[in-house]
């Protein structure tokens, strides 16, 4: 009964971390940081039009499911994602792109430079990278043009990305 008893009161006692509320189960904790619409990388563009050409929040989340796994699977840059937390990545990317293309979502990750800090992102990692997100989005029947308006606003962030 003591044993019992002394163990609630240390678990009482003990400060309990309490997940941000945008995270999602499983997610592994991250050093806390400011939430902020501009760490998202970019603007969002103005309208729906790019929303509806990404098939909106369900296209977008397929898209991100299809990028992720292809990424991880990629034996050119899978190393580069073997030890990030797919749940937290999935959630960004998704939140990231949804704000982006104006389809009803808040960004709530990192910014882009603290993101990918100590990741060792080649150039060519990123070429690969965006290889298999033009894939993902083409499987998802997303416009060429539409993918290309995209990139343009995904291709600045390439300059803090890239570590070497």
């Not at 189960?25 to 990404?54: C, I, K, L, Q, W």
């Not at 499911?65 to 050119?76: K, Q």
């Not at 998802?140 to 803090?160: C, D, S, W, Y």
């Given at each position: 009964m003591f044993i019992a008893a002394a163990l609630a009161l240390t678990l009482l006692a003990a400060p309990q971390q309490t997940p941000a509320p945008h995270t999602m189960p499983g997610e592994e904790a991250v050093d806390p940081y400011t939430v902020d619409p501009s760490n998202a990388g970019a603007r969002?563009?103005?309208?729906?039009?790019?929303?509806?050409?990404?098939?909106?929040?369900?296209?977008?989340?397929?898209?991100?499911?299809?990028?992720?796994?292809?990424?991880?699977?990629?034996?050119?840059?899978?190393?580069?994602?073997?030890?990030?937390?797919?749940?937290?990545?999935?959630?960004?990317?998704?939140?990231?792109?949804?704000?982006?293309?104006?389809?009803?979502?808040?960004?709530?990750?990192?910014?882009?430079?603290?993101?990918h800090k100590n990741m060792g992102v080649q150039q060519n990692d990123m070429n690969r990278l965006v290889e298999n997100l033009q894939a993902a989005m083409g499987a998802e029947g997303v416009a060429f043009a539409a993918q290309?308006?995209?990139?343009?606003?995904?291709?600045?962030?390439?300059?803090v990305v890239v570590e070497r």
């Amino acid at each position: 009964m003591f044993i019992a008893a002394a163990l609630a009161l240390t678990l009482l006692a003990a400060p309990q971390q309490t997940p941000a509320p945008h995270t999602m189960p499983g997610e592994e904790a991250v050093d806390p940081y400011t939430v902020d619409p501009s760490n998202a990388g970019a603007r969002p563009f103005n309208g729906d039009a790019m929303a509806r050409a990404f098939h909106g929040q369900d296209g977008i989340r397929r898209i991100v499911d299809r990028f992720v796994a292809s990424n991880f699977a990629d034996p050119r840059i899978g190393e580069i994602f073997t030890n990030q937390d797919r749940i937290r990545l999935k959630r960004t990317l998704f939140e990231q792109f949804c704000y982006i293309l104006n389809a009803g979502c808040a960004y709530t990750g990192r910014d882009m430079k603290a993101a990918h800090k100590n990741m060792g992102v080649q150039q060519n990692d990123m070429n690969r990278l965006v290889e298999n997100l033009q894939a993902a989005m083409g499987a998802e029947g997303v416009a060429f043009a539409a993918q290309n308006r995209l990139l343009a606003k995904l291709a600045p962030m390439r300059k803090v990305v890239v570590e070497r």
